[in-house]
């Protein structure tokens, strides 16, 4: 992405007095929305499988799984390739939510896991979710020791609420949350200092957030501050003209599962600040990118995890009842299956219009062997228009000058 279109489309920068004051920010303030926060998540149900699979964004949700899978697998194995075998793996999963990647940590064989959350009822969804894994119930060797409690990671240390304050960490992660924090300076900057401060030098800080660049495009492309589809909806409560570096909030509503307000995140600011705590900026990536380099050597995965809609279903064109009940959200396929096959049996991987608009916008094809689940000729037909990135930080190695203050190097 050129530095043009980074300033074209985020937030601009804001004068000393006015940054001064987002940076004090009003701590009554930045309260009440950790509040408002914490209440929308401890509302949530916490859904079966079954009541899931007939949400409007069953298979969006299991595709943005499948982007955190990829990428937590790819940096827990740089992490144990930092590391002698068998030596300890520890990871802080900040803003954990009810657990949602309790699995991959599993899969990683982590030996120590700190799990968070503003929600307390979120965070004992996750505690039960975790006694009652399959991964670890077999084999209690593989148990790590682990520590849940709730905490705003925007507004206080968690240091101070580990077991061992004392602890290093190989692997920090944040999913789907940092961007809460920029409602102010000082929240972005305690979140920054939660993620670096006992992380240990050479190893990393992960996360996927909102990109502010995208949602300013679609807000300009739809000249209202108001736009969206029956799936996702933004209205933005702040000045889209001259947004904030800090505080630039608006409502994401995305089909049952969030209807909370967030915040625009300024990435040129984003990386500033992590720099000031040691971090640099290893990886940036946007959510199509990340799939097309790694749909071909994760397509297994992709499979599995049902990450994308079969179209047409497995008994034939619109026999799935969203595909039978609005045909027109799967045009694309139909046009794209059409235009790589001679013959009218073709079977391509693809989500519903609208949640290609809510997930990601650029065509990407990739070719599928026979006896898979996307064989025919499948192919993966991706409207993306990457709503959402990845990023990954690794903390820098520090020293002190005269005064005893860090220098990162």
Not at 40 to 64: P, Q, T
Not at 217 to 237: E, P
Not at 355 to 370: F, L, T
Request: charged fraction near 25%.
């Amino acid at each position: 992405m050129s530095d043009s279109e980074e300033s074209s489309t985020a937030p601009t920068q804001t004068t000393d007095t006015e940054e001064q004051t987002q940076q004090e920010g009003g701590e009554n303030g930045e309260k009440k929305h950790s509040a408002i926060v914490a209440s929308h998540y401890n509302k949530l149900e916490d859904r079966g499988l079954v009541a899931r699979k007939k949400s409007n964004i069953y298979f969006m949700r299991n595709f943005n799984n499948w982007i955190k899978s990829v990428v937590i697998d790819k940096y827990t194995t740089l992490v144990k390739g930092r590391t002698p075998l068998g030596s300890p793996f520890r990871v802080l999963d900040m803003c954990c939510g009810k657990g949602g990647d309790l699995i991959k940590w599993a899969n990683a064989n982590v030996t120590h896991l700190i799990c968070t959350d503003i929600a307390q009822v979120s965070l004992e969804q996750c505690e039960n979710r975790f006694n009652t894994m399959d991964q670890w119930s077999r084999d209690s060797q593989r148990r790590p020791k682990v520590e849940f409690f709730a905490a705003d990671a925007t507004l206080q240390q968690l240091r101070t609420k580990y077991r061992d304050p004392s602890i290093k960490l190989h692997l920090v992660s944040c999913q789907f949350a940092f961007h809460y924090s920029f409602e102010s300076f000082k929240q972005a900057d305690c979140m920054f200092k939660n993620a670096a401060e006992c992380l240990e030098e050479g190893f990393y800080f992960i996360g996927t957030m909102p990109d502010a660049n995208e949602i300013m495009k679609r807000q300009r492309m739809a000249m209202s501050d108001t736009f969206g589809n029956d799936i996702y909806r933004i209205q933005f409560l702040c000045d889209t003209d001259n947004p904030p570096l800090f505080g630039a909030k608006y409502n994401f509503q995305l089909d049952e599962v969030v209807d909370c307000p967030e915040f625009l995140v300024h990435f040129p600011t984003f990386e500033k600040l992590a720099l000031k705590h040691g971090l640099r900026l290893v990886e940036r990536k946007r959510f199509e990118e990340v799939f097309e380099e790694n749909s071909s050597r994760k397509q297994g995965l992709l499979e599995k995890m049902q990450a994308l809609e079969m179209y047409p279903p497995p008994y034939g064109r619109f026999n799935g009842d969203d595909q039978r009940k609005e045909p027109e959200q799967y045009q694309h396929a139909e046009e794209y299956g059409l235009q790589m096959s001679n013959r009218h049996q073709f079977r391509v991987g693809t989500l519903s219009q609208k949640e290609w608009e809510a997930a990601s916008k650029c065509w990407n094809v990739g070719a599928h062997p026979e006896g898979s689940a996307f064989a025919n000729r499948a192919s993966f037909c991706c409207l993306f228009a990457a709503l959402y990135l990845f990023f990954a930080f690794q903390k820098m190695k520090t020293s002190y000058d005269a005064n005893g203050m860090p220098v990162y190097s």
